[in-house]
């Protein structure tokens, strides 16, 4: 609710308030009166304001799908898909922290499971689906050098890449 209409709306009720407020001051109902006034109009704003964090929250979703599916797009059409959380971040003009609880809201998994993800899904293709060297592909990938390359691989399949390699091109 805009701040305008708060103060509308708080004008509009004082005034309906002056004017339900009895003249008889002997009316032994005018305490119930009063408070069942000021109880209803508490119950109205309580109303505009739920019905503004509601659609708030459906804004912050929208925007949340956005982010997501923005970063999964830039993840899919990166060639090295192996950057820091901080880089995607920086891409999407976020927070590293924001980017990664957007990820964890929509899908589950932070920004570094999918990145590791994705990155295990390139290592994968390249070593089984291309005859291209493993220093070649380290470099593609993104990774620093082939040494660190193949801790990275053994880490995450149990083997060497030409260990990799041999098993799926048999």
């Not at 109902?29 to 739920?50: F, P, R, T, V």
């Not at 980017?99 to 990155?119: D, N, R």
């Not at 880490?155 to 890449?161: A, I, Q």
Request: glycine fraction near 4%.
């Amino acid at each position: 609710m805009h701040y305008t209409h708060f103060i509308l709306y708080i004008n509009v009720y004082s005034k309906s308030l002056s004017l339900q407020i009895p003249e008889e001051p002997e009316n032994p109902y005018n305490k119930e009166i009063i408070k069942s006034l000021i109880q209803g109009g508490l119950l109205a704003l309580c109303g505009m304001l739920s019905i503004e964090t509601e659609q708030q929250q459906a804004s912050s979703n929208t925007q949340g799908n956005d982010i997501f599916s923005r970063f999964i797009d830039l993840l899919q059409n990166s060639k090295t898909k192996r950057m820091q959380v901080s880089k995607y971040a920086s891409m999407l003009c976020i927070s590293p922290k924001y980017l990664t609880m957007v990820c964890k809201q929509h899908s589950g998994k932070t920004a570094l499971q999918w990145i590791e993800e994705y990155t295990i899904a390139d290592i994968d293709y390249y070593i089984c689906n291309t005859d291209k060297s493993i220093k070649e592909i380290c470099n593609i990938l993104g990774f620093p050098n082939a040494s660190f390359f193949g801790k990275y691989v053994k880490e995450h399949f149990g083997m060497t890449p030409m260990e990799y390699r041999n098993k799926h091109n048999k």
